[in-house]
């Protein structure tokens, strides 16, 4: 059985209300039933525009994604957030075991998001306000994809150093890192109208910053960047269609595995575990800006 016909798209206005009013306890959700927010009507995003006039004839495709984050010490929102979630529709079962060994899951639901997502939002956002480190919990970004461009999509805070099982072929390899920042490579495949393939590649990006040789779309080229190893081993593709959302996390707290170091970590974060939202938002075309000659 599949979710993706559940309830009510993401609520960050109610939580911003919520948060501003007297006596709102943080950590209480509303178990009242009644019509939600849509997503457009929370976060009033129309996607990002496009520096590039030249592209104005390609297909683009528009991710929202919320950043969420829990203590460790109360993941119950998170768990039970699981349940709601299809899993089972979401990727072969090959993959998703695969996944699931090396600390990762994943999961789709539909245009209307399930009551505990929603919930959890609300009570991600107000934790946010109370932290005294000042750190900012959920976050939101409207994403452009190019056919054939890849993208990249930090999944949590940079880490001094840690010790990670990375998946190979055959079995696993400990490598340590030092200052280490993990992301997802996305890019997308559109097929048939309003649906889209996101194929997924985890990369652990380390080491100090230094002048090294990348390849792009127009050759080699010198940039300033870390080190990066792509984990294609554990990639995987998820299709959605306009509206959907994809859920991303750690399956547990278990220190060493991929999972483990790109949603919780070994540094000063590690007692809060994090979510990844993705919304297909739209596929359009490119909006025009002024390109970098300064014509439109």
């Excluded at 209300?17 to 929370?42: I, Q, R």
């Excluded at 995003?45 to 460790?72: K, M, S, W, Y």
């Excluded at 559109?190 to 889209?196: D, P």
Aim: glycine share 8%; net charge negative; charged share 20%.
């Amino acid at each position: 059985m599949t979710f993706r016909s559940l309830q009510s798209h993401l609520p960050f206005c109610a939580l911003a209300l919520c948060v501003l009013l007297a006596g709102c306890s943080l950590w209480n959700t509303n178990d009242e039933s009644g019509p939600t927010e849509t997503w457009s009507d929370v976060f009033g995003t129309d996607g990002p525009e496009v520096v590039e006039a030249n592209r104005f004839n390609l297909n683009t495709v528009v991710l929202e994604v919320a950043h969420i984050e829990q203590p460790l010490t109360d993941i119950s929102m998170i768990d039970l957030l699981w349940q709601e979630v299809d899993q089972i529709g979401a990727l072969d079962s090959q993959t998703r075991a695969q996944l699931k060994e090396n600390g990762i899951r994943v999961g789709i639901t539909g245009p209307n998001i399930p009551r505990t997502l929603e919930n959890l939002l609300q009570v991600d956002a107000a934790w946010r306000q109370e932290r005294s480190d000042g750190q900012q919990g959920s976050t939101l970004q409207a994403v452009t994809v190019f056919p054939g461009e890849p993208t990249h999509l930090h999944t949590g805070q940079a880490y001094s150093e840690c010790e990670i099982n990375v998946p190979k072929v055959s079995g696993t390899e400990t490598i340590k890192f030092e200052n280490v920042n993990c992301q997802f490579q996305i890019e997308a495949d559109q097929l048939q109208e309003g649906w889209v393939k996101l194929h997924f590649i985890p990369e652990i990006h380390h080491a100090a910053q230094s002048l090294r040789r990348v390849a792009t779309e127009d050759g080699w080229k010198f940039q300033n960047t870390q080190k990066v190893l792509p984990v294609y081993d554990q990639k995987f593709t998820l299709t959605l269609n306009q509206g959907e959302v994809a859920v991303i996390s750690a399956t547990e707290h278990k220190p060493g595995t991929l999972g483990h170091a790109m949603f919780i970590g070994d540094g000063n974060d590690d007692q809060i575990q994090k979510v990844i939202v993705i919304r297909l938002a739209d596929i359009q075309k490119a909006r025009r800006k002024l390109s970098r000659e300064g014509k439109f």
